[in-house]
């Protein structure tokens, strides 16, 4: 499924539109400090656990055929998997967006680089925001939608005057 950029729908108002963060600095910061600190990580899981996995590998394989399925696990595997994760959230502040409008909330990027998705405003319980995080809760079903988004003080705040404005006041 490709990604469908947004469109208005007849007679929608959009009340809040974030955009992706490009700023180069930002990108390299981000960049780098996930870089930094998948390569802790993996360091300490290497020095840590390489041990004990190469002995309890030896258990059933031979000790060198142990030891070098020990390193393709630490300095192999875990490496591209860490790589992987520092491109795919990458790629989410290239494209990460969210839309709220008078109908629906429109997000794509969030949690994930590759996905995208819709939720209508009668269908959502409560917005609340905690540390660059919108936690959506829907009324069709217990699942808590979370998108991170520098931005999710001010969308909670729209949503919340926007929720205000349609309430009837006694």
């Not at 910061?29 to 002995?55: C, E, V």
């Not at 290239?94 to 990027?109: A, C, E, I, P, Y």
């Not at 925001?129 to 079903?141: A, L, N, P």
């Amino acid at each position: 499924m490709t990604p469908t950029p947004f469109q208005l729908q007849a007679g929608e108002a959009i009340l809040y539109q974030t955009r992706p963060h490009r700023t180069w600095f930002l990108l390299g910061w981000k960049i780098l400090s996930n870089l930094l600190g998948m390569a802790l990580l993996i360091g300490l899981l290497y020095i840590l656990l390489s041990g004990p996995s190469a002995a309890l590998l030896g258990k059933i394989l031979p000790a060198g055929t142990a030891n070098l399925l020990s390193q393709i696990l630490f300095l192999g595997i875990l490496p591209l998997l860490g790589l992987a994760w520092v491109i795919e959230d990458t790629i989410s502040t290239f494209t990460s967006q969210f839309v709220l409008t008078d109908r629906r909330m429109w997000v794509k990027g969030s949690p994930y680089a590759w996905s995208q998705g819709e939720t209508p405003l009668d269908d959502v319980a409560s917005v609340t925001f905690r540390r660059e995080g919108i936690f959506v809760h829907q009324k069709s079903t217990r699942k808590v939608q979370v998108h991170m988004f520098p931005e999710g003080k001010l969308i909670v705040k729209a949503y919340e005057e926007f929720i205000g404005k349609e309430k009837p006041g006694p």
